[in-house]
């Protein structure tokens, strides 16, 4: 079965542009949660989204934001984006509590 | 606040030496645990999980980890080591009724052939 599949995978903007990142999970897993990946902080939680709500959220800014559709495909979004902003965006899913997560191969962000 | 730890961030190892990363978590109650894997360029990739039961558990490629709950620790191991063990591992936790898997910095793993 296809993987969880992120696109795009690279990404360059400008300070202050806005950002919008797509996840589309395995087929049948209905939880999806996003991490940032960078070299000094490792993998940060940012969010969880399970059958179109979020369940738990991270300790990041109101820029970033995310949503799932009724198909469980996620989306996440930065606004006003920052140079520190820049870094792997990695979206998992899973099909339920009690599984490990399958991740997706990110979303390289740059902000120039 | 609930934490993982790593206790090694890079790891050098000749091929055919014994492996153990160490892995401690902050917290008394339940714990989910969990050793992911990455390898250069690709993404992450489960290599065992512990939930309950028999605390020695066994994960793809040879890997293992034993959860010792006296010490919060889950270290993995490997008896021997190959070159394409070269990687990333990052040791994750589930605590309690918290969803967020809260993750250690990882340790990055050079196998010398």
Known sequence: KAGVTQTPRYLIKTRGQQVTLSCSPISGHRSVSWYQQTPGQGLQFLFEYFSETQRNKGNFPGRFSGRQFSNSRSEMNVSTLELGDSALYLCASRMREGNGYTFGSGTRLTVV | AQSVSQHNHHVIL?????????CNYSYGGTVNLF???????????????????????????????????????????????????????????????????????????????
């Open chain 2, 35 to 113: 050793w992911y894997v990455q390898y250069p360029g690709q993404h992450l990739q489960l290599l065992l999980k512990y939930f309950s039961g028999d605390p020695l558990v066994k994960g793809i490629k040879g890997f293992e980890a034993e959860f010792i709950k006296s010490k919060f620790s889950f270290n993995l191991r490997k008896p021997s080591v190959q070159w394409s063990d070269t990687a990333e591992y990052f040791c994750a936790a589930f605590a309690g009724n918290n969803r967020k898997l809260i993750w250690g910095l990882g340790t990055s793993l050079a196998v010398n052939p």
């Open chain 2, 14 to 22: 000749s091929e055919a030496a014994s492996l153990e990363l160490g």
